[in-house]
């Protein structure tokens, strides 16, 4: 069965960069069947799509994050990461990473998802 | 960038009874391609249903989506005590940029 698990700094100061690490177990990330993605949830409010990597290297961000972002992937320790530089306060959430299913060649919905990591910026 | 409206935000039933939650999307969403997700406190979401109105494996067959379009609807036809939650929709019509409604709350009245 496929497990998704975030890890990374529970908290971290304004103007810096966040790095999270998700590790996937039961399933490959160089797998052609599927692409791998971050959402968010600031704490009380909705999900926010951040950004999606495909094993070749293809990546994809929304565009409201997309100069603060990477997405990135190391396929010999089957993991995938995010950094978001120059955060706020206004980056506190809960850090989710997440399967795409593939169809027609692009990543669709998010199934299954890590349990989630509470990042909070805070000086 | 579609922007998905759920409605309503909240919506007080009694175990036994059918909710019907709405998704209204900015623009018509591309080959019905809007997924709804489950989440209840402390969890992370669950997908539900996909394409509209696929279920996901093991999701009960007391959740069915419906809709093409713009509008688009979950339906729990007989509420479980543990399906008390907050529900989520999702496009990928617009893939690879992808956008979540706001959520509906489903809390026992």
């Known amino acids: 069965q496929l497990q998704l698990q975030e890890s990374g700094p529970g908290l971290v100061k304004p103007s810096e960069t966040l790095s999270l690490t998700c590790t996937v177990s039961?399933?490959?990330?160089?797998?052609?069947?599927?692409?791998w993605g971050w959402v968010r949830q600031p704490p009380g409010k909705g999900l926010e799509w951040i950004a999606t990597?495909?094993?070749?290297?293809?990546?994809y961000y929304n565009p409201s994050l997309k100069s603060r972002v990477t997405i990135s992937a190391d396929t010999s320790k089957n993991q995938f990461s995010l950094r978001l530089y120059s955060v706020t306060a206004a980056d506190t959430a809960v850090y989710y990473c997440?399967?795409?299913?593939?169809?027609?060649?692009?990543?669709?919905?998010?199934?299954?998802w890590g349990q989630g990591t509470l990042v909070t910026v805070s000086s | 960038e579609i922007v998905l409206t759920q409605s309503p935000g909240t919506l007080s039933l009694s175990p036994g009874e059918r909710a019907t939650l709405s998704c209204r999307a900015s623009?018509?969403?591309?080959?019905?391609?809007l997924a709804w997700y489950q989440q209840k406190p402390g969890q992370a979401p669950r997908l539900l249903i996909y394409?509209?109105?696929s279920r996901a494996t093991d999701i009960p067959d007391r959740f069915s989506g419906s809709g093409s379009g713009t509008d688009f609807t979950l339906t729990i036809s007989r509420l479980e005590p543990e399906d008390f939650a907050v529900y989520y929709c999702?496009?990928?019509?617009?893939?690879?940029?992808?956008?979540f409604g706001p959520g509906t709350k489903v809390d026992i009245q």
């Open positions: 997440a399967r795409h299913e593939v169809h027609l060649w692009l990543p669709v919905w998010f199934d299954p």
């Open positions: 039961g399933g490959s990330i160089s797998s052609s069947s599927y692409y």
């Open positions: 990597i495909y094993y070749t290297g293809s990546t």
């Open positions: 623009q018509s969403v591309t080959s019905n391609y």
């Open positions: 394409g509209a109105s």
């Open positions: 999702q496009q990928y019509g617009d893939s690879p940029r992808f956008t």
